[in-house]
C-alpha cells in the first residue's frame, strides 16, 4: 500500500527566505506526483504536476523536483512572500491519488 | 481547466439523520469520481471511488452501508452520510480526472458538521 509522508509538517519563516519542502512515497510505481496548496477551510489549488518520466517542473517562484526510483519529490519556493502561508499537499498518483499530510507553512512579514 | 462542483459547500445536521453531498464535472463526463475525507489538520484520506452505473469500491474502514454512494450518470456522483454520528463531521472533496489522464480535478468540498 503506498504511504506518502511529508517533511516537516510545520514550518516559519521570515519573509524572503528560500524554502525547500519534502515529500517521500514508498511505492515507485507512479503515475504522477502533484503539489497542491490549501488554504485554511478551502479546497484543493494544483501548483505543479510531475510526471513520472520527467524530473522537475516549474511554475514562477515555484520548483517541484522528482526521483521516482528513490521515491521522493521536493517543492522549492523561492522568495517567500506572507501570500504563500497555507498547507502544502503533495500526492501521487496510479489508479487514484493518495496524499501526504501536508506541510503546514506560515510565512512571517 | 475543468470544473469540479460540490453542493453544499457546508452543511449542518442533527445527529441521527442522514446527508447528501453532490459532486457535479460541470463541463466534462467522469465515468469515475472519487471521495476523500480530511479530518482537521490531517491529510485527505481515499474512501471510495465511484464508477458510473456500477458498485462504488471502498477502502478498506470504510463502511458502505454508512456511506452511500451512487454515479447515476456521466457527471454527478452523490455521497449521503446515513444516520450521521459527530465523529463524521469532517471535510468531505470529490475528484474526477480529466480528458487529458494525467489530470484530476478536485471540487471545493464540503463541510459537514453533525451536532
Known amino acids: 500500500k503506498q504511504e506518502v509522508t511529508q517533511i516537516p509538517a510545520a514550518l516559519s519563516v521570515p519573509e524572503g527566505e528560500n524554502l525547500v519542502l519534502n515529500c517521500s512515497f514508498t511505492d515507485s510505481a507512479i503515475y504522477n506526483l502533484q503539489w497542491f496548496r490549501q488554504d485554511p477551510g478551502k479546497g484543493l489549488t494544483s501548483l505543479l504536476l510531475i510526471q513520472s518520466s520527467q524530473r522537475e517542473q516549474t511554475s514562477g517562484r515555484l520548483n517541484a523536483s522528482l526521483d521516482k526510483s528513490s521515491g521522493r519529490s521536493t517543492l522549492y519556493i523561492a522568495a517567500s512572500q506572507p501570500g504563500d502561508s497555507a498547507t502544502y499537499l503533495c500526492a501521487v498518483r496510479l489508479t487514484d491519488m493518495r496524499f501526504g499530510a501536508g506541510t503546514r507553512l506560515t510565512v512571517k512579514p | 481547466g475543468a470544473v469540479v462542483s460540490q453542493h453544499p459547500s457546508w452543511v449542518i445536521c442533527k445527529s441521527g439523520t442522514s446527508v447528501k453531498i453532490e459532486c457535479r464535472s460541470l463541463d466534462f463526463q467522469a465515468t469515475t469520481m472519487f471521495w476523500y475525507r480530511q479530518f482537521p489538520k490531517q491529510s485527505l484520506m481515499l474512501m471510495a471511488t465511484s464508477n458510473e452505473g456500477s458498485k462504488a469500491t471502498y477502502e478498506q474502514g470504510v463502511e458502505k452501508d454508512k456511506f452511500l454512494i451512487n454515479h447515476a450518470s456521466l457527471t454527478l456522483s452523490t455521497l449521503t452520510v446515513t444516520s450521521a454520528h459527530p465523529e463524521d463531521s469532517s471535510f468531505y472533496i470529490c475528484?474526477?480526472?480529466?480528458?487529458?489522464?494525467?489530470?484530476?480535478?478536485f471540487g471545493p468540498g464540503t463541510r459537514l458538521t453533525v451536532t
Open positions: 475528484s474526477a480526472p480529466g480528458t487529458a489522464d494525467y489530470e484530476q480535478y
